[in-house]
């Protein structure tokens, strides 16, 4: 019995240090753009087979959007098409901007990212994230000058509630960046997340501390439809996505 335990215990071992070795070659590979190149591919090629539609909403940035599986029911009947990839951070997003939003002249552009960007082994500041979120408006306001731009805010978070502080300092300066421009808006979905000590719920995650769970996309969804509805309306240019 006893070196059933030991060999338990030795597996477990083994298997932590081999989550935690291929969490920090992901942590490093990851920031170099290229590392996506294919999700950026597969997006080319959803757009090729299905084109965008007038006045589609393009949602993008990092895992959290990629992981909403169920966004094209929350958001309906406004027309979305889901960009998210990756772990990526504002500067990927910056870096594919023109192939993610390129073609087809979306009505808006709905962006999370900053997360990663702001997690402790980057070593990026608030700044780094502004200046890159300012550069991403840049290329879609060249792209597409009447195209909306939504900043869903940095969400607190178990995993990374020791950079809260950071990634709130990076939400205000978008806000106030955002002021400027009557195309941008931010949505602040800390609300959804907060419970009424100030902290994250425990209830919106997964696992992880760190991705949303039902719950969370249930939270997020009462607060970014509504907006959008309000801003896009259900317009004639709007394809309807009721079920």
Known sequence: MKRIVIAVIALVVLLAGGGYGWLCWY????????????DIQAFEEEDRI????PGTV????????RLWSTLEQDMAPLAVRNRGFGGSQMSHVVHFAERIVGGGGPAAVVVYAGDNDLDVRTGKTAEVVRDDFQELVRVVNRLHPETRIYYLTIKPSRLRWDR???????????????ESDPRLAVIDIGPAILGPDGTPRDDVFLFDGLHLNATGYEGWTAIVRPVLLRDLGRGSSLPSTDR
């Open 27 to 38: 942590g490093a590979a990851s920031q170099d753009p290229t590392f996506f190149e294919s």
């Open 50 to 53: 299905r084109p965008l539609a």
């Open 58 to 65: 393009l949602f993008t940035g990092s895992s959290s959007i």
């Open 164 to 178: 809260w502080p950071e990634m709130e300092r990076a939400n205000q300066m978008i806000q106030a960046f955002a």
